[in-house]
C-alpha cells in the first residue's frame, strides 16, 4: 500500500470473505494498484473451508481477522469497519469485484467536494460481459423492491454521473461521518439480516437522515456475482431465503407513515399474495423464514422508531 500525502482523505477498505479462493487474491491485488492510497485493508473470514485463508496468508499487508463462525455479510463488514478506523473513507468490497486502479481515485474526487454525499458507487460491469451493466446503485421501485439499477443495460447508456437511491454493497464508498450518523446501537448494517439487502437497509437509513447518495461512472469495477456464460446466474435457496425474508424486515423498519399508504398497501397485498401463491407450489423452502420474520418483529419495530425518531430531531435542527 502506498503512503497517503499530507490532507488526502484516508480510506479503508474492507472485505468480508467466505469460500472466496477463487477470487480473493484478484481482488486484492487490484486494491493494492490503486491510484488513490489506501490506509488499511481489512478482511474478514467468515470461517471459510476451501483455503481461502492459506491464500490471505500470501498477503502480508492486510489485516486480517479470522472468525470461528459465518457472521454473515453484515456482521463481519461491521468487524472490519471498526478494525479499518479512523479513516475518512471506507470502501465495502466484495471478494468477488475486480476495481480498475483509479476506481478510489474517482469516487473520492466526487464526493470530497460535498459533504451531503454519503456514499458512493462507480460502474459495476458484468464478468462475462464487459459491455453490459452489473449495477449501477441501488433503485427501489414503487412496488418497493430493490433492484440493481441498470443491471443488464449497455454501458454506453451509463455514461453520465446522477443521484441514486443508494449504493450496492458489492463496492461501496460510504463517508464515515455517515456510518456513524446512520449506525443504529453501534451496527452499521443490520446484523439481524445476516445477508443480502442489509446495503438497501442502510441506503434507505441514509436518506431518511439526509444523506445523498451518487454513481460515478468513471470509476469502473468488474463483478463476478456468479454469472455463467450466457447470462445465467446460480442463486442457492439459502440466498433467495434471505433476500426474501429481508425485503420485509427493510420495509418494516424504513417505509414512512403517510396517505401514500393508502395506495401502497393494497399493491404490496397483492403482490405478496401472489408471491406467496407461487411459493407455496414451487419454493416451498422459502417458508422456512417466517418464523424468524415473527420472532424478530418487535425488534425491527424497535429499530424503525429510533430511526423516525432521530430523522426528525434532525429536521428540527434544519
Sequence with gaps: MSSSKPGAPTVGVCIVTYNSAGDIAECLEAVRRQTHPVASIVVVDNASTDGTRDVLSRFDDIRLILNDWNTGFAGGQNRAIAAAAPSDYVLVLNPDVVLEPDYIAEIIAVMDRDSRIGSASGMLVRADRPDVLDSAGIGLRPDRNAVDLAAGEPVADWTSPREIFGVSGAAAMYRRTM???????????????????????????????????????????????????????????????????????TLIKNEPFGPHLFLLLPRLAVIEAAKLGYILLFEPGLLACWPRIVKLLPAMLGKRRRLFRRAVSKRGDI
Design 179 to 249: 456510518i456513524e450518523d446512520v449506525s443504529d446501537n453501534g451496527q452499521f448494517f443490520d446484523e439481524d439480516f445476516f445477508a443480502y439487502k442489509e446495503d438497501v437497509d442502510v441506503a434507505w437509513r441514509a436518506r431518511h437522515l439526509g444523506w445523498r447518495a451518487v454513481y460515478v461512472p468513471s470509476a469502473r469495477a468488474v463483478h463476478r456475482r456468479g454469472w455463467k456464460p450466457g447470462g445465467r446466474r446460480s442463486v442457492p435457496l439459502f440466498v433467495r431465503r434471505h433476500s426474501y425474508q429481508n425485503r420485509f424486515f
